[in-house]
């Protein structure tokens, strides 16, 4: 069991989109949609953004939407703004009632 | 409210043995897995394993099997984590995480602990 790979940093201007990617293999990613994403600022503990590739849980922002193409899930994040400045984990479903996660990427808002 | 409220801060040497919780409220609790996720210092969110109260039936990563012990008592709504031998490798904060249900077998892990900082020092 590998982590899955994301960007280590990723950055953008206030207003402006940003995409971060989550490569798995097709024992995790690429056979379920069940990929969810977190979001962590410094401190406190990780919030799920988005669940199964693209569904938002209640409360959470339209700015945010994910989508998954063959082993890699995307987090998209629009219009974005300074309180979106935190790290971001991509989880999978691996299959036998287990889950991985990636290694975690730091947005900064310039 | 699902909510999940864990056990303080630990400091402990290594070779100690260690066990810490994750009482939980507010959801049914023996009809949810719920699961423990580690995170190092300065570094990224681990998935260790994962238990469903009903039964105890537990699940662990292969990097973490052998290493801790995951259980639940449902009696009284608490999930634990247990070490037999700490190593000062083991420290971190470690977060507990209840999983959604997803037909039959866990959902994405949906609501979180506050988290329990572990150092195993000399």
């Known amino acids: 069991q590998s982590a899955l790979t994301q960007p280590a940093s990723v950055s953008g201007s206030p207003g402006q989109s940003i995409t971060i990617s989550c490569t798995g293999t097709?024992?995790?990613?690429?056979?379920?949609?069940?990929v969810s994403w977190y979001q962590q600022h410094p401190g406190k503990a990780p919030k799920v953004m988005i669940y199964?590739?693209?569904k938002r849980p209640s409360g959470v922002s339209n700015r945010f939407s994910g989508s998954k193409s063959g082993n890699t899930a995307y987090l998209t994040i629009s219009g974005l703004q300074a309180e979106d400045e935190a790290d971001y984990y991509c989880?999978?479903?691996?299959?036998?009632?287990?889950?991985?996660f990636g290694g975690g990427t730091k947005l900064t808002v310039l | 409210e699902v909510q999940l409220v864990q056990s303080g801060a630990e400091v402990k040497k290594p070779g100690e043995s260690l066990k810490i919780s994750c009482k939980a409220s507010?959801?049914?609790?023996?009809?949810?897995?719920i699961g423990w996720v580690r995170q190092m210092p300065g570094k990224g969110l681990e998935w260790m394993a994962i238990i469903y109260p009903g039964d105890s039936n537990p699940r662990y990563s292969p990097s973490f099997q052998g290493q801790v012990t995951i259980s639940a008592d449902k009696s009284i709504n608490t999930a634990y984590l247990q070490w037999s031998t700490l190593k000062a490798s083991d420290t971190a904060m470690y977060y507990c995480?209840?999983?959604?249900?997803?037909?039959?077998?866990?959902?994405?892990?949906?609501?979180w602990g506050q988290g329990t900082l572990v150092t195993v020092s000399s």
């Open positions: 995480a209840r999983h959604t249900d997803y037909y039959d077998s866990p959902g994405f892990p949906d609501s």
């Open positions: 507010g959801y049914r609790f023996s009809t949810y897995w």
């Open positions: 199964d590739v693209s």
């Open positions: 097709s024992s995790n990613v690429g056979s379920y949609n069940r």
């Open positions: 989880c999978s479903y691996e299959g036998t009632k287990t889950f991985v």
